[in-house]
């Protein structure tokens, strides 16, 4: 069984697991939450199975409010998603996700150093609707306007741009935990995280891309139906006024 630990000063604590030990300090990545924390081995302890519990109950009750919604028309052809995404557990969780609501996507997990070359490739062989680019990522809290101070922010940018470059008209939805949102906006993406630089869950880029596809190509996707299924509501997301991707079979 894998061992999960949290970070001893997390006033509330979420579920790491170890992916990496490099001498004293540890590779965390958030078992549902898509943060990266680089830590000594002294900051971390092992989750009890109550912490680790009580996160799942949480992460299954999201997954249930999200597949139970009933939006869909009927007789509707609903957007494409390409969902490229840094960690294959994240990835397999998110293409589950999208087959219950009856949504057609792509999934690509890729390191997200490489996203940008991997999207310029996948975009010769299909035309999505809607693009997801997320990941893992942090902020060390040395000054939020220095995408240095990031760990994979610039990483999303880069593959936003190769997208936009080649003039695709897709909605872009990019950013995982405490990335520089205000950066990623400007380099084309539709929605971001994070406008308070605070942690973002698995589903969160995914919920995005739903209630774009399901969304009518004349209206504007409603961003507070979309934060109904978001625990940070508006520190964790945002975006600027974007068309829908759905259309009535007539």
């Given at each position: 069984m894998e061992e999960y630990v949290v970070l001893k000063?997390?006033?509330f604590p979420i579920i790491y697991r170890i992916v990496k030990e490099e001498h004293h300090q540890v590779v965390l990545y958030g078992k549902n939450y898509r943060t990266i924390r680089i830590v000594?081995?002294?900051?971390?302890?092992?989750?009890?199975?109550?912490?680790?519990?009580?996160?799942?109950?949480?992460?299954?009750?999201?997954?249930?409010?999200?597949?139970?919604?009933?939006?869909?028309?009927?007789?509707?052809?609903?957007?494409?998603?390409?969902?490229?995404?840094?960690?294959?557990?994240y990835l397999d969780r998110s293409m589950e996700l999208y087959k219950e609501v009856g949504i057609h996507a792509y999934g690509v997990c890729v390191h997200e150093e490489k996203m940008a070359e991997e999207v310029s490739k996948i975009l010769t062989q299909i035309i999505p609707d809607t693009i997801v680019i997320t990941g893992h990522d942090s902020y060390n809290g040395k000054g939020k306007s220095d995408l240095a101070n990031y760990t994979n922010t610039q990483n999303f940018i880069r593959a936003i741009l190769s997208i936009r470059k080649k003039g695709y008209d897709a909605r872009i939805v990019a950013g995982a935990c405490q990335s520089?949102?205000?950066?990623?906006?400007?380099?084309?993406?539709?929605?971001?995280?994070?406008?308070?630089?605070?942690?973002?869950?698995?589903?969160?880029?995914?919920?995005?891309?739903?209630?774009?596809?399901?969304?009518?190509?004349?209206?504007r996707v409603d961003m507070n139906k979309i934060l109904r299924f978001i625990d940070g509501g508006r520190d964790a997301y945002g975006g600027v006024e974007t068309l829908g991707k759905m259309k009535l079979i007539l």
């Open positions: 000063q997390e006033k000594s081995k002294e900051d971390i302890r092992k989750a009890s199975m109550e912490e680790i519990e009580q996160e799942e109950k949480r992460n299954e009750q999201y997954y249930k409010n999200i597949i139970h919604r009933k939006e869909r028309k009927e007789k509707s052809l609903l957007g494409t998603i390409l969902h490229l995404d840094g960690d294959q557990e520089h949102f205000e950066a990623l906006i400007a380099n084309g993406a539709s929605f971001a995280s994070s406008p308070k630089r605070i942690n973002v869950h698995t589903f969160d880029p995914a919920v995005i891309a739903i209630q774009i596809s399901i969304t009518s190509f004349t209206e």
